[in-house]
Structures are given as C-alpha cells and as structure tokens.
C-alpha cells in the first residue's frame, strides 16, 4: 500500500463507527479533566483545587491507560486487516496493553531526559572554564534534543506497531528488527506519511479551534472544549495509529491462503502469487490476500503453514 493510499485509508478510518469513535472520545476525555476543568476556571477557587487536582489526577491516570490501551488495539485490529474500528470488550486487557505502552513510552523518551540531564549539568560544571562558548554549546544541545523527539516519534510508532504485530512488549525494543523494517519500507516514505500526519493534524487542529472560537463567542466555550476532546483528539489519534499500522503491513508481500485448511504462507521478498501453485497439499485452493485476518491466523496456526507448495 502506498503513502498515498495509507493517508486515504487512514483519514476515513475513525468514522467507521460513529459509537466507538465517540465511547473512545469519552475515554479521552476522562483521561483530560484537568485540561476540561482549567478551561472551565474551576482551578482558580483555591478551596477545591486541590480535592480536584488529585481526583483529575486518578481519573486521568486510570482512563489514560485505558486510552493507551485502545491505540494498540487500534494497532492489533489494523495489523489484521480489520476495517472498522475495535470494541471496547475485554478491559482488562485494554488496562494492560495501557501499561505496556507506558512502558514503551519511558524507554523510548528516556534518552531525551540523559541528553538534557547529562549535558546540562556537563555545560553547568563548565561554565566557568568555556565562558561565552556555554551559550553555543546549549544551543547545540537543545536542537540534539529537538532532532531527537523529531525523529523518535515516528520509530516510537513503529516500535508499537512491532510490539502489536508480535503482541510482545519486547518486540517494541528491538531497535535493529525494527529499523530494519523502517529500511525495508522505505526512510522516504516514513517522512512523507509523517510530514501528511503533520499537516491533517494542523488541519483538525485548526477546525478545532474554529469550533472552540465559535463557541465561545455564545458564551460556550466549556462546549467547545469537550468537543474538541470528543471529537477532534480521539479523530488525530485514531488516524495516527491506523496510519502506523498500515505503513508497517506496507512491506508485505501478501499471503497465499487455504480456503480449505486455512493454512497459509507469507511471500517472500521477491516472490509473486504466480510462482506457487493454485492448490494445496490438502487439495483446497489458494487464494491471495494483503493481509492475515485473525480468523484465518486462528485456524491455520504455525503448523499449517506448510501445506502450502
């Protein structure tokens, strides 16, 4: 699938169910009550502020992770060739797929705070021996820190869309399987799906702030606001995630698939369905399919896979 494609794709992916689209939206919303009640001005009466601090605060923690979790199922769904957005079942394993990508997270933005840490306090123990060259060097450490957030972000979504596909929190930390991936897809095409996720971003963004402008011209502006964590968040989220997952099923080959047996085989780089016989040693046909469905993947397991010839 092409950049191209996977942008269309991923665009109109978050309306194909307006009910999990808007249950995802409350979710996000729980997760953000401070964000709602700042808007609101309830932080500024110091008598509650802070009761509602530390109930925003749990609320947000609990419901985030459960916010995190729907992105990987997000992931799980789109890696398996699903077309509509996942159900909101199993919570427990939201909760926990919630923790793992948390955990993701501290890895992967662990290196920024070193860079700061170490570096500051590096130019801080300098300071008196380097003089004006201090001001130079803090610049330089800030556009390292700067370029490294630009470029960890895209294979911080890879690392989740491997740790989805292999649904092992340790596959999100295999940098070379995972940058090998990114070589094999393409750098190139990884940039232009980050710089189309940038602009539609913008895009909603902006639609986002007309909407909270007009509102608050009605005197509404707390309205604006919960749409804006309704609606406009969940929608660049869901597009996002389903965009990472369907750059990272872009290098695939596609499958030949028992229609009989279920077993199935993933080509190989190089090789085309016409290489391959149209039937199976168990006599059923093959057909050939982009992706894996969980049902076929179910049915087939790891030892129908050569019964294919």
Do not use: H
């Not at 109930?55 to 992105?71: D, P, Q």
């Amino acid at each position: 699938m092409k950049v191209g494609e996977i942008v269309k794709n991923s665009i109109k992916y978050p309306f194909s169910d307006w009910k999990k689209l808007l249950i995802f939206g409350i979710l996000v919303m729980l997760s953000s009550l401070n964000y709602i009640f700042e808007s609101m001005g309830v932080l500024q009466s110091a008598g509650i502020t802070l009761i509602l601090l530390a109930i925003s605060g749990l609320f947000g923690l609990i419901f985030g992770l459960f916010v995190y979790g729907y992105k990987i199922r997000i992931l799980k769904y789109s890696l398996a060739g699903f077309e509509e957005l996942p159900d909101f079942n199993n919570g427990f394993d939201l909760f926990v797929d919630g923790i793992k990508i948390f955990v993701v997270v501290i890895g992967y933005i662990l290196p920024f705070f070193l860079i700061m840490i170490v570096g500051g306090l590096g130019l801080g123990l300098t300071a008196g021996i380097m003089g004006n060259s201090v001001v130079i060097l803090l610049g330089i450490l800030i556009l390292i820190a700067i370029f490294y957030l630009i470029v960890m972000l895209p294979v911080f979504l890879m690392a989740l869309a491997n740790m989805a596909f292999y649904d092992d929190l340790g596959a999100a930390f295999e940098v070379r399987e995972i940058f090998k991936k990114i070589s094999n897809i393409g750098w190139g095409n990884l940039v232009k799906l980050y710089i189309s996720a940038i602009i539609i971003g913008l895009i909603v963004i902006i639609i986002g702030a007309f909407i909270v402008a007009l509102f608050s011209l009605a005197s509404l502006k707390i309205v604006g606001v919960l749409l804006i964590q309704l609606l406009i968040v969940p929608y660049i989220e869901i597009y996002i995630y389903r965009s990472a997952a369907l750059f990272y099923l872009s290098e695939s080959n596609g499958y030949l698939v028992c229609e009989k047996c279920g077993g199935y085989y993933q080509l190989q780089p190089g090789e085309s369905p016409e290489d391959f016989s149209d039937k199976c040693e168990c006599g059923g046909t093959l057909k050939f399919s982009e992706v894996l469905s969980l049902d076929e993947e179910s049915e087939s397991e790891a030892g129908s896979r050569s019964g294919i010839n």
